[in-house]
């Protein structure tokens, strides 16, 4: 897997979660 990738899906995921909380 490509580490700057899985950081990307991470750093999406992380503000869907974020947005979904607010």
């Known amino acids: 897997t490509?580490?700057?990738s899985v950081l990307h899906?991470?750093?999406g995921?992380?503000?869907f979660?974020?947005?979904q909380v607010q």
Do not use: Q, R, V
């Open 9 to 11: 899906e991470a750093m």
């Open 17 to 19: 979660l974020h947005d």
């Open 2 to 4: 490509d580490t700057a």
């Open 13 to 15: 995921y992380i503000k």
